[in-house]
């Protein structure tokens, strides 16, 4: 059996144990959850450690399912995903550190959130299609349960059902396209690797492409918050459980883009090719607008949730690009992106935890009660916009560098939101929380810094993580680089011309052919 | 290791690392212990860095093996970048700066900051500052270099907001920050735009490329030229950038000296000097902007240069901060280096800047020393007659003031010549600018000394001062040597072996002293002319003065040079009307078009119909979500089981 079977059966063999254990033992219940996330975590750690950059799909297994419709269990890694399983294995025994501030129901709410980790790794590891959106949607959904059982604010049912719709409708959307796409490829298989390869010898007619790459384009786009169908992030963030928000906006909303990437790209290079530019336009709109929208947020979770919708427009503008760096700068992205998201999710609902409230103007000083928590939200926010030391930082310059060529102008207003708007509201949440005098309704409660090691250990965790790949950033794109080669060499290989370099190495060479020329003249 | 010296310049670079995390995670409960760590650190970073003095003797650059940090794709498109060091005479003089300067800032802290909360903090910063800015300084790519640059940005947050509790600290590191970003919007757009063009973020290989073909960044060169001075502008607090740097005076004193005087301020002009060859390519700009046809990039950058030096100088002269007055004397100095830089003359650019660094740690640590010895007193005109109280505090500033003045047989009176004699070859209007600036700085650096020092004491706090600890004037007397001699020592003959100086200097010693007046005649009499004039105004109006005579002789002139020309006042309200009117537009938008109608539709029909499916569903979610999976595996079943 291979090491990701094992990643993804532990959440479930822990959710199955924590079962048939009577719901009043409380710690034991606890204990279990966080035993199988952090085991699911080593074994992800190792395998990332194991895992050969260059080496093609690694840690394979394949079992039939349902044979007559070509659905097998199949896992496998390659350097797309490998790094996308540690992520969200580290996350999701974060989000179970981070679940002890559930009172209530804790039973089903550990019982939820492991079958969401389990779903989360499972969609990742999946190469199978069906595998893939099975895992998906056993991820997604405890996410609309816990929101509506165990979230707060006087939102809750709504941004429940905002989100409910949201997510359903770009799963059906997608799925749409799936199944369109099965069926039109004509390999009868379910199997990725198997359905790729075919689909190199036998491309997918044109007309086929440009209709069935807009369904996934935006099926999975609104899973991913692609502007204008982002409106549930911030709310459904805003409303969810910590560790809920920590999952979902750290880890299961990159399934979209994984999807586009290890789907859409390949197999409808040349539907690609006719939308990309427009999604080059459509990411402006989360990083400038909703930016923008952030600024002017009062409320931390909601700010965290724009900012977060924001960062996705970097992935969007690297796959957009078609290029080896901004590809493989969009899957750095997508990692730095998840750890960052679960880090500010925790951090906000730990201070939601002491103080009561997410109103930033309610808050204010909390660096001298709280200076292992301060510290933390600073690194965090210097990380949300681009600090070099955090991984976050070299997944965006990779991003913006590799569509420079393919797009100056969005590259240029991308440039200016991820330096500029974003250090706006990041400064301003730290100004408003931690830096100057502690304000006065604070002074009544009793505030605690996450002090015990067991505490400390998710936000130690998540930063750690964040400045190793940030200060040694080959551990990422080593692995990522020789995927996103073989995928981008189909991407490209279609029978469009890609989107001509405008502002290049081509274009200085035709100036000084150019200039040769007056000169003899 | 011993076989290789030349892998000690790592250590140069690392040990304020090593001493900022040692700091950080293990001594930050021991106070005495941190700050030990980090003076050790910085010290045996200037040792190292004498011993690449030595060790570089005549040759051009020592080869430090680089390690490969981020390889992505081959040939056109791709993005290699490494972390290298590049030690030759531009970056081993600044790392000296860096170094020495630091050195001797670090152990004045240990006197200034005794007794403060956040001792091991304070710390940790500055050996995180030391780090970033020796990356800078080391640096021997773009992206290398902005990596640092925005550490040395962190830094400096975290310094100017040391006393994040007071809430103008907080705001003042805010702003530094926001404002240098937006410098490095156009620095980071301008090494992208140059790598697109070239292919190489590596200086050596656009150099070299330039160097070959002039003509290599095409029509972009001039636009890429003015998008990295973008970052100069924001890190060496150009006009219209110039903003931050008076209220970064919140930090505390040590750190004014160390960071907004003497060497992160300087990362500006020391970069322009490090990438001068973007800005020798052939001017030329892309049709679509037609304002830039026929400008080259150096011409604006010496413009903006000037009028900075001009405008800050102007501001000096009204500021009754003794720490602000500082500070836009330092904003003045640096856009003589940045005009300097913009005459083509980067040599002249890297004296004052050194000599500057000199002097101006020198002044901050005069002034951290007096607002110590008046409990925490910055307004001159509550000091006056400290002369007696802080005689070695009174007499480094004053060796300080004269070398800022430019008067010889200091180190500013060479620096500055250097440059007024380029200015005066090149271009008169800028001469004369500079020339005028002279004659204001003599002006507010003597009306300074005279309000403060001079006359009798103004407060109580300044009657009962004293002098401060040996550990605090001795930097202040160590610092004043090179004040003193750093002109005739042959900085410019040494940064010149990397900036294309040819000239080699074979004047004798003490003829040293009076080069300048048979160099450039000229310009040395007007300089001096200028130290004069300026400091006779000042005595004139301000010996004795019970108060500033100044505002009752030029009205409301005198109000807006108080008021720095109003530029905050202007930036809040342009701010307010386009990014704040943005951002309000898209609220707006989100909440009610997008949240609102969009959502609140889908609501009312998917309402609708639930009302109607609910005769036979129960509407919770867990079931609609089931029935919804069921049924898209039974239609893939049904679908082709046929």
Not at chain 1, 388 to 413: D, H, K, Q, R, Y
Not at chain 1, 421 to 428: S, W
Not at chain 1, 484 to 502: D, F, H, Q, W, Y
């Amino acid at each position: 059996m291979s090491i990701l079977t094992y990643i993804i059966a532990c959440p479930f063999v822990g959710a199955l144990l924590v079962l048939c254990v009577p719901r009043n033992y409380r710690f034991v219940i606890r204990t279990i959850a966080l035993s199988a996330a952090f085991l699911s975590m080593v074994l992800a750690i190792r395998a990332f450690a194991a895992f050969s950059a260059g080496g093609g799909y690694q840690f394979t297994q394949q079992n039939n399912w349902v044979q007559d419709l070509g659905i097998t269990y199949h896992v496998g890694a390659d350097g797309l995903n490998i790094g996308l399983i540690l992520m969200g294995a580290i996350v999701g025994f974060a989000a179970t550190c981070m679940a002890r501030e559930i009172k209530e129901r804790d039973k089903e709410f550990y019982l939820l959130l492991l079958i969401m980790t389990g779903g989360i790794l499972g969609a990742f590891a999946s190469l199978d299609l069906f595998l893939f959106y099975f895992f998906h949607e056993l991820a997604l959904i405890p996410t609309f349960i816990m929101i509506g059982v165990w979230g707060r604010g006087e939102n809750k049912n709504y941004a429940a059902f905002n989100i409910t719709l949201y997510l359903t409708a770009g799963a059906l959307i997608a799925l749409i396209g799936l199944i369109a796409l099965y069926l039109t490829s004509g390999a009868r298989t379910f199997d990725i690797v198997a359905m790729t390869a075919y689909v190199k010898t036998h491309p997918i007619s044109l007309a086929n492409q440009n209709f069935i790459f807009p369904l996934l384009l935006f099926g999975f786009g609104i899973l991913v918050s692609l502007w204008p169908f982002h409106t549930w992030a911030p709310l459904g963030y805003g409303a969810a459980p910590t560790s809920t928000a920590m999952l979902h906006a750290g880890v299961l909303k990159k399934f979209g883009l994984y999807g586009l990437i290890r789907i859409a790209l390949p197999l409808l290079p040349d539907g690609a090719h006719s939308w990309l530019h427009v999604v080059a336009f459509l990411c402006l709109g989360n990083i400038i607008y909703c930016g923008l929208v952030a600024m002017r947020q009062r409320d931390l979770n909601l700010l965290i949730g724009n900012s977060s919708v924001a960062h996705m427009g970097f992935v969007f503008l690297g796959i957009a690009s078609l290029s080896l760096v901004g590809v493989t700068g969009a899957v750095v992205v997508m990692i730095a992106h998840g750890l960052l998201a679960a880090l500010t999710f925790a951090l906000s609902g730990y201070l939601y935890q002491q103080t009561g409230t997410s109103d930033m103007g309610k808050m204010g000083g909390l660096m001298r009660p709280m200076p292992f928590i301060g510290a933390a939200l600073v690194m965090a926010m210097m990380a949300g916009c681009g600090l070099p030391g955090f991984a976050n930082f070299i997944g965006e310059a990779m991003v913006l560098f590799g569509s420079w060529n393919a797009f100056p102008l969005p590259t240029t207003l991308a440039v200016w939101g991820g330096l500029v708007i974003g250090a706006v509201y990041m400064l301003r949440a730290i100004r408003a929380i931690v830096h100057g005098p502690v304000v006065e309704t604070q002074t009544q409660v009793k505030l605690t810094d996450a002090v015990s090691l067991w505490r400390k250990t998710p936000f130690a965790l998540l930063i750690v993580t964040l400045l190793i790949f940030g200060i040694y950033p080959s551990l990422l794109t080593d692995k990522i680089k020789p995927a996103a080669e073989s995928i981008l060499a189909m991407a490209n290989g279609g029978t469009v011309v890609p989107a001509k370099a405008r502002i290049s190495a081509g274009s200085a060479a035709a100036f000084e052919a150019k200039s040769a020329e007056l000169k003899t003249h | 290791m011993f076989d290789r010296p030349e892998n000690l310049a790592w250590l140069i670079l690392l040990l304020p690392l090593f001493s900022a995390v040692a700091i950080m995670l293990f001594t930050s409960k021991l106070s005495k212990l941190s700050a030990r760590i980090s003076i050790a650190a910085v010290v045996a970073s200037f040792a190292l860095s004498l011993v690449f003095f030595v060790l570089l003797g005549q040759t051009e650059t020592i080869q430090v093996p680089a390690i490969n940090w981020i390889n992505v794709g081959t040939g056109p498109g791709a993005l290699s970048v490494e972390i290298g060091l590049k030690v030759d005479h531009l970056s081993l003089l600044m790392m000296l700066i860096v170094t020495g300067v630091g050195s001797l800032i670090h152990i004045y802290s240990y006197g200034y900051m005794q007794g403060d909360r956040s001792f091991s903090r304070y710390f940790a910063s500055l050996s995180l500052f030391t780090f970033s800015m020796l990356g800078i300084v080391l640096a021997n790519n773009f992206f290398q270099m902005f990596v640092f640059w925005e550490l040395v940005g962190i830094s400096s947050y975290l310094l100017i907001g040391f006393w994040y509790e007071k809430p103008s600290a907080a705001d003042a590191a805010k702003k530094a920050f926001l404002t240098n970003r937006l410098g490095d919007f156009g620095f980071l757009l301008g090494i992208i735009m140059i790598w697109g063009l070239v292919g190489s973020v590596q200086f050596d290989h656009i150099q070299q490329r330039l160097a070959t073909n002039p003509g290599a960044l095409g029509v972009y060169s001039t636009l890429a030229g003015l998008l990295i001075f973008c970052g100069a502008m924001g890190k060496s607090a150009q006009f219209p950038l110039h903003v931050w740097l008076p209220d970064a005076m919140e930090g505390p004193t040590p750190v004014s000296a160390l960071i907004h005087a003497a060497t992160m301020v300087a990362a500006g002009v020391y970069m322009l000097c490090r990438a001068f060859f973007v800005f020798q390519a052939t001017p030329a700009a892309p049709v679509w902007f037609p304002w830039l046809q026929g400008v080259s990039a150096l011409h604006v950058v010496a413009w903006i240069g000037g009028i900075t030096a001009l405008l800050a100088a102007l501001m000096a002269v009204q500021q009754n901060d003794i720490k602000r007055i500082l500070a836009y004397s330092t904003l003045s100095q640096l856009g003589y280096m940045v005009m300097s830089v913009g005459l083509s003359g980067p040599a002249h650019a890297m004296f004052h800047l050194t000599t500057h660094a000199f002097f101006k740690a020198l002044l901050f640590l005069g002034a951290g020393s007096v607002i110590y010895a008046v409990h925490h007193e910055q307004d001159i005109w509550r000091m006056g007659g400290l002369r007696e109280k802080l005689p070695i505090t009174f007499w480094t500033f004053l060796l300080g003031t004269l070398a800022l003045c430019g008067l010889p047989p200091f180190s500013g009176f060479y620096s500055k010549d250097a440059i007024l004699g380029n200015a005066r070859h090149q271009n008169t209007g800028l001469f004369i600018i500079g020339v005028f600036v002279a004659i204001l700085t003599t002006f507010y650096m003597f009306r300074l000394i005279f309000v403060a020092f001079l006359g009798s004491s103004r407060s109580e706090a300044s009657s009962h001062a004293h002098e401060s600890p040996r550990i605090m004037t001795w930097p202040l007397i160590a610092l004043a040597v090179p004040t003193v001699i750093g002109g005739i020592i042959g900085i410019e003959q040494f940064v010149g072996k990397n900036l294309g100086v040819a000239e080699e200097s074979h004047v004798a010693f003490m003829d040293r002293f009076t080069e300048p007046f048979n160099h450039a005649p000229l310009a040395a009499i007007a300089g001096l002319g200028a130290v004069l004039f300026g400091g006779l105004l000042a005595y004139a109006l301000y010996a004795n003065a019970p108060r500033d005579p100044l505002p009752g002789m030029i009205g409301w002139f005198a109000k807006a040079m108080r008021n720095r020309f109003y530029f905050d006042e202007f930036y809040d309200w342009l701010i307010a009307r386009t990014q704040g009117a943005l951002s309000n537009f898209a609220q707006i938008i989100d909440q009610w078009i997008i949240g609102g109608l969009f959502i609140k539709g889908i609501h009312g029909t998917t309402e609708f119909a639930g009302r109607a499916l609910r005769l036979a569903q129960s509407g919770s979610l867990q079931t609609y979500s089931f029935l919804f999976a069921a049924g898209a595996a039974l239609l893939l079943f049904l679908f082709f089981k046929t």
